[in-house]
């Protein structure tokens, strides 16, 4: 899969592929498209398409996102290849955390990955209280190349924003936190009130209910603009479906997928 950031510098936008995909930086190639120096009143930029590695290809959508856009009981939540949180569970006890939460609590942490996770931690609680506001931080689950950590806040609602902009801002900052730490092998996925979990079942749900329609109509659908990691449900939800297909569409960051029945282009 190829994909196309900007950044001030090559390095910030290397940085900012690697947040917005969830990928460590050995799991793909860039290649520069263009290089713009900066001046006294100017800032520079730089423009670069990352080309993903085979073995690093997203994972298939979760039991869970699969399960409800199609209507079928919601399957025991866990947490998939790509780190995404647990979905809280209808059956919720009253303080709101799933049943069975303490036996899948985050793995222990690896030798001499104590120090870096605290100051994970600190950073994202430092940040989110000089925004102005109160904030609980703890690590949500611990993998090979991903650390997760969860955000806890009476004003959850405004640290997600808008289709989650704030947390991937805040995730995008974290990261290149952790990059100067000397960690840029392990990208930090931040989430709040199951938030990841819930935008991927909505998404899933949207693709195949854009694919109805361009089958009905026999046409072409073109969605809101999504950032690299929300695109990537929609192609993955539609890839094994036969007769509709998706391409991505614009410039930057958050460009739009369009639906299509194969057939419109005959």
């Not at 592929?17 to 290089?35: H, K, N, P, Q, S």
């Not at 290809?57 to 996102?65: C, G, K, Q, V």
């Not at 955000?151 to 100067?180: C, F, M, P, T, W």
């Not at 199951?194 to 329609?213: G, Q, T, W």
Request: hydrophobic residues 35%.
């Amino acid at each position: 899969m190829v994909y196309e950031f900007e950044g001030r510098t090559e390095k910030e936008a290397i940085d900012v592929a690697a947040a917005e995909l969830g990928l460590a930086r050995d799991e793909f190639d860039v290649e520069i498209l263009e290089t713009q120096s900066g001046g006294l009143f100017k800032k520079g930029k730089v423009r670069l398409r990352v080309h993903v590695h085979s073995n690093a290809r997203p994972a298939p959508i979760s039991e869970a996102a699969a399960a409800q856009a199609a209507g079928r009981p919601i399957p025991e939540p866990r947490y998939d290849r790509e780190g995404r949180g647990v979905r809280r569970e209808r059956g919720a006890d009253s303080a709101g955390e799933p049943r069975g939460a303490a036996s899948r609590q985050a793995a222990p942490s690896p030798e001499g990955a104590d120090e870096f996770e605290a100051k994970i931690l600190e950073f994202v609680k430092t940040t989110v209280e000089k925004m102005g506001y109160a904030c609980e931080v703890s690590v949500l689950f611990r993998e090979d190349k991903k650390l997760g950590v969860r955000l806890d806040s009476e004003h959850a609602s405004i640290l997600i924003g808008k289709k989650g902009k704030n947390l991937d801002a805040l995730q995008l900052l974290v990261n290149v936190y952790a990059g100067r730490l000397g960690r840029e092998d392990l990208r930090i996925v931040i989430d709040s009130e199951n938030y990841r979990i819930r935008r991927e079942e909505a998404l899933v749900k949207l693709a195949y209910e854009s694919a109805e329609k361009v089958r009905r109509t026999r046409g072409s659908l073109l969605l809101e603009p999504m950032n690299p990691f929300e695109r990537r449900i929609i192609h993955t939800t539609l890839n094994d479906i036969v007769d509709v297909e998706t391409k991505s569409e614009g410039e930057g960051l958050y460009k739009q997928v369009r639906v299509l029945w194969k057939g419109a282009k005959r």
